[in-house]
């Protein structure tokens, strides 16, 4: 069954902003769902649709079997939220905040705090869990929005960019417990404008740019599909060489402009290739001074599609600063 079906998924805000404009998604129950795109994009409009706190202007959304509409109270007994812009109260420590969680869902009291100490542990806040949430980092209140998520266990769990503007340690936690409930079976809808989390946790990712998908499948298939990876690499000693170097090469795969003095080459299929390479040019006496294996990245799928590149990717990050 899919955990989550959308069918021209729309959301128009006054003024005409179609912040969603026909989104079609199908979610299997058990994936994890990256659904990437820069700010503005739409991603959070849609996750609060999903997620039953905004009504959709058009189209039609199931969420675990149930309509987002007209079937909102059993879509929210199977989802978690975590929301990016969490409205935690500072002044409750993290293990009151669990507790009212679990009274929220109707838990008992002992069964409430049986499962918010297990669940703070998981998140790793056991030290912290009676310390005030206002003393708490950044990192420390996503992995407690987590735990809240968790409490009523469920099948479904809404992630809205959950790790922007953490450090990356605080991000690795993340990503691991992410990984672990996935496989545990939850299915996991994530948001992100960071390609490099949607690479590394995601089994499809969608990409989203102004409230439209411009581009789905798995991380693998998007980047095959904008390109093969190359090999760039230069020789211990060039002078005179490189004719013979591109011979060698172009038995491998497209022989690519040379750039920055080293010798490029387009490969079918990447990794297995290289060792081969290597071993033909030393058979011609050609050796190899450095070599690089350039992956195509989501972000030049995002660039193909758009025209754009992503925040947080190196390419954007490399864009001159203004002033
Ligand atoms: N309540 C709202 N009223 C008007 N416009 C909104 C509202 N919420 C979001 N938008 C607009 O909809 C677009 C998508 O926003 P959002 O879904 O928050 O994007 P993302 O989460 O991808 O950054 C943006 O142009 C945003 O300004
Ligand atoms: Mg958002």
């Known amino acids: 069954m899919a955990a989550i079906e959308t069918q021209q998924l729309a959301r128009e805000f006054e003024g005409g902003i179609k912040a969603v404009d ?4 199908a979610v299997d129950a058990g994936e994890i769902y990256g659904f990437l795109g820069p700010n503005g994009a739409g991603k959070t409009t849609t996750v609060r649709m999903l997620t039953t706190l905004l009504q959709p202007t058009g189209g039609r959304a199931q969420v675990a079997g149930f309509d987002v509409a007209s079937e909102a109270g059993e879509v929210r007994r199977k989802i978690g939220v975590a929301l990016q812009e969490a409205a935690l109260d500072p002044l409750m420590t993290g293990r009151e905040l669990i507790q009212l969680q679990a009274t929220l869902h109707g ?10 100490d297990a669940l703070l542990g998981r998140v790793g806040l056991t030290q912290a869990a009676d310390r005030r949430v206002g003393t708490y980092s950044g990192g420390m209140r996503r992995r407690l929005d987590l735990a809240a998520a968790l409490v009523h266990e469920p099948s479904v769990l809404f992630l809205d960019e959950p790790t922007t503007g953490l450090d990356p340690v605080s991000r690795q936690a993340i990503w691991e417990e ?10 996991v809808f994530l948001t992100t404008q960071y390609l490099e989390e949607a690479d590394r946790l995601a089994d499809r990712v969608g990409i989203i740019a102004s409230g439209r998908i411009v581009a789905e499948g798995t991380p693998a298939a ?26 060698v090469l172009a038995r491998f795969g497209k022989p690519l402009p040379s750039k920055d003095g080293k010798l490029l080459v387009e490969l079918e299929h990447g990794t297995s290739e290289v060792g081969p390479i290597v071993v033909a040019l030393n058979e011609e006496g050609l050796a190899v001074e450095s ?12 660039v193909a599609k758009t025209g754009e590149h992503l925040e947080g990717s190196e390419a954007a990050e490399q864009e001159p600063v203004a002033g």
């Open 22 to 25: 026909g989104v079609d998604l």
């Open 291 to 302: 070599l690089d294996l350039v992956q195509p990245t989501l972000d030049d799928v995002f």
């Open 107 to 116: 838990l008992a009291r002992e069964r409430g705090n049986e499962l918010g």
């Open 178 to 187: 992410v990984s672990k409930l996935n496989a545990e079976g939850t299915t």
């Open 222 to 247: 998007l980047k095959a599909d904008v390109g093969k990876p190359h090999l760039e690499l230069s020789l211990a000693d060039q002078n005179g060489n490189e004719a013979r170097c591109t011979e």
